[in-house]
């Protein structure tokens, strides 16, 4: 629909919590049988074991714990009293939906969902949002999103989701430790706010130049890629997109036959602003490998209770990709996705252009919650860039806009302009 004119947002079990290994993160979709005996007394008591447990894991195992420590032991009494009211399973999802919100942190998720889940930011957003001078802005757009098809662009300032003020929206998700908001938190806030939940449309009214407009909004995402890889020569310049591909095997096969197939290019490329599941190592590092010639680091583990330790990078393949290099991020590279942009620039094998990525901080493990099996994944280990840059602070040195919606793609301009000047 589009706008209208009115008028002038490796499993570990529990018992072998910090023995996992890293980069083993299980897709969204995924869920988990729940042991929980469906009477509800068995699942209350299951669910305040799961809620237990989760208070004592938590400051153990989760690697950014101190940040949201304050308002932690309020959360564990929240969940615990919402879960001895519990009488079904489906609303035990929704508790410890809410208990993992006082983490604030996109990279926290559970293995399992209902229709009524919150949706996942990034993986299942369509804009971005942004505090700025006391006004709620979309600053990105997600390509091909239900946000992008309706017409909503950067810059609109939203008035109100579903008839109530976004800030209003927000704050209902905040649940604990509201007396001192951090802007971090708020920032988190408003883009789970404005993704919604899965089985209702949103209501949106922006307010753009002079002109009020209402849009409704169904599922965020677009619809998945058939393809890992969309490939493509522009010009003398080889343009590979990952499709929301670096947790899939088919991947690596998909982008050596695209590279192949593109032979003979003077620059490369490199588009991850379609990568906000995130992916694995397994898939990132020889994808990486084919532009490099010799072994280097591009990237820092930083576990909670070990040394930290460098990742690296053996060169792979028949050819070594050469020629200038650029590489797309935004707000919907995610994780793994986000690795490979600070792994390029700490390379200094490519300039990256865009902006701000997802920020989803640190590398995830996934746990089994003892009593109903429930997969619970968090973010066990920090996350740099080489020069030891927090890989969510870290920003591309060509900021250009890389989530215009629309037609336009300034950032795709961009880095045409200096893979050609390279060459």
Avoid at 136 to 158: N, Q, S, Y
Avoid at 169 to 180: D, H, K, S
Avoid at 212 to 241: C, F, H, N, T, W
Avoid at 406 to 419: F, V
Wanted: glycine fraction near 10%.
């Amino acid at each position: 629909m589009k706008l209208k004119v009115l008028g002038a947002v490796a499993v570990a079990t529990f018992a072998a919590a910090c023995a996992s290994a890293p980069n083993n993160k299980l897709s969204n979709s995924q869920s988990s049988g729940s042991k929980a005996t469906e009477t509800p007394e068995a699942v209350a008591k299951a669910y305040g074991d799961d809620a237990k447990a989760m208070c004592e894991l938590v400051p153990r195992v989760y690697a950014f714990y101190a940040e949201r420590a304050s308002h932690w032991q309020e959360a564990c009494q929240q969940a615990q009293a919402e879960a001895a009211s519990l009488t079904t399973a489906r609303q035990g999802t929704t508790m410890l939906e809410h208990f993992i919100e006082a983490l604030w942190d996109n990279h926290v998720s559970l293995g399992v969902n209902t229709g009524i889940s919150p949706w996942l930011v990034p993986s299942g957003s369509d804009m971005w949002l942004d505090l700025q001078g006391g006004n709620v802005v979309v600053t990105g757009i997600r390509h091909d999103g239900a946000a992008d098809h309706a017409g909503i662009r950067p810059g609109d300032v939203v008035m109100s989701i579903d008839g109530r003020m976004p800030i209003e929206v927000a704050l209902a998700r905040i649940r604990t430790g509201t007396n001192e908001i951090a802007a971090s938190r708020m920032a988190w806030a408003l883009n789970v706010a404005g993704a919604g939940y899965r089985g209702r449309n949103r209501k949106l009214v922006v307010l753009r130049g002079g002109d009020r407009l209402e849009v409704e909004l169904g599922i965020p995402a677009p619809a998945k890629s058939a393809s890992p890889i969309s490939a493509r020569l522009i010009g003398d310049v080889g343009y590979i997109r990952f499709n929301d591909s670096l947790g899939d095997d088919a991947t690596i096969a998909a982008f050596d036959k695209a590279v192949e197939d593109l032979r003979g290019a003077r620059g490369w490329i490199v588009d991850l602003r379609d990568t906000p599941s995130g992916g694995s190592t397994d898939v990132a590092e020889p994808v990486m490998g084919r532009f490099i010639t010799k072994a280097a680091d591009y990237q820092v583990t930083r576990p909670l209770h070990e040394p930290a330790y460098a990742r690296q990078i053996e060169p792979r393949g028949p050819w070594t990709l050469s020629g200038p290099l650029v590489v797309l991020s935004g707000r919907w590279t995610g994780s793994m996705g986000e690795g490979i942009s600070i792994g390029f620039d700490g390379l200094k094998r490519g300039t990256v252009v865009g902006g701000a990525m997802a920020g989803l901080s640190g590398g995830v493990e996934v746990f089994n919650l003892p009593a109903t099996d429930t997969n619970l994944r968090l973010p066990a280990y920090a996350l740099t860039h080489v020069d030891g840059t927090p890989r969510p602070d870290w920003r591309p040195k060509e900021l250009v806009q890389p989530d215009a919606g629309g037609t336009d793609d300034p950032a795709l301009e961009r880095a045409l302009e200096l893979a050609r000047a390279a060459s």
